[in-house]
Structure formats: structure tokens, C-alpha cells
């Protein structure tokens, strides 16, 4: 019954920012911990950002400075704010509910379909 449905994926210019939704049911949204993966063609999935329940956060160094995890407990919504992004983080963008929130953050088995992102010129 767990369902993530990702959004907000598309074609943007190195130094452009989007904006990546989750919205998930089939589970009680205020105390699940959620996270978001990417992962590109022959390289194994790799955590991008993960926020707790009381929204404590953890991001990968990578995007430390540039991406911004957030929760709305009201749309049961996680989201993903990219800014100042670069062609390094093309990939497909998934969203996990329910992991073990720590550090790093360990994932469930619940995922969403993914979403694309190009960053290119």
C-alpha cells in the first residue's frame, strides 16, 4: 500500500536549480524518516539527503551547500531543493520512506519510480 510518487525531474543548465517533490501514502507521513537517492547508469544508488521525522537532516558531501531537504507533514510531501547544479549531478533522483535515520541514513525497501534530471547545456 506504501506509495512514493516523485516529480519535478526535467533538462536544466549548469548553475540552474530545480525543485523535486515526493508525495507518499499508505503510511503515517509525521513519523517516517524519508530520503532521497540518485543513481546514474553502472554506479550503484547513492544517498543524496535524508531528513527525520523531527527534521534533522543529512546530506552528502557532495551537495552540502546546494541542496535542501524539507518535509511538509500537511501535503505529506518530502522535497528536494537543487540549486547552483552542475552536469555531475545528472541522474535519476529516487525518494525512500521508512529507513533507519542515522549516519549515514540506511534505506528501506519502499521507493518511489524515480525521477530524471539533466544537467546540460
Known amino acids: 500500500q506504501v506509495q512514493l510518487v516523485e516529480s519535478g525531474g526535467g533538462l536544466v543548465q549548469p548553475g540552474g536549480s530545480l525543485r523535486l517533490s515526493c508525495a507518499a501514502s499508505?503510511?503515517?507521513?509525521?513519523?517516517?524518516?524519508m530520503a532521497w537517492y540518485r543513481q546514474v547508469p553502472g554506479k550503484q544508488r547513492e544517498l543524496v539527503a535524508a531528513i527525520s521525522s523531527g527534521g534533522s537532516t543529512n546530506y552528502a558531501d557532495s551537495v552540502k551547500g546546494r541542496f535542501t531537504i524539507s518535509r511538509d507533514n500537511g501535503k505529506n510531501t518530502v522535497y528536494l531543493q537543487m540549486n547552483s547544479l552542475q552536469p555531475e549531478d545528472t541522474a535519476v533522483y529516487y525518494c525512500?520512506?521508512?529507513?533507519?535515520?542515522?549516519?549515514?541514513?540506511?534505506?528501506?525497501?519502499?521507493w518511489g519510480q524515480g525521477t530524471q534530471v539533466t544537467v546540460s547545456s
Open positions: 525512500n520512506a521508512g529507513g533507519v535515520f542515522r549516519f549515514p541514513y540506511h534505506p528501506s525497501d519502499y
Open positions: 499508505g503510511m503515517i507521513f509525521s513519523i517516517t524518516a
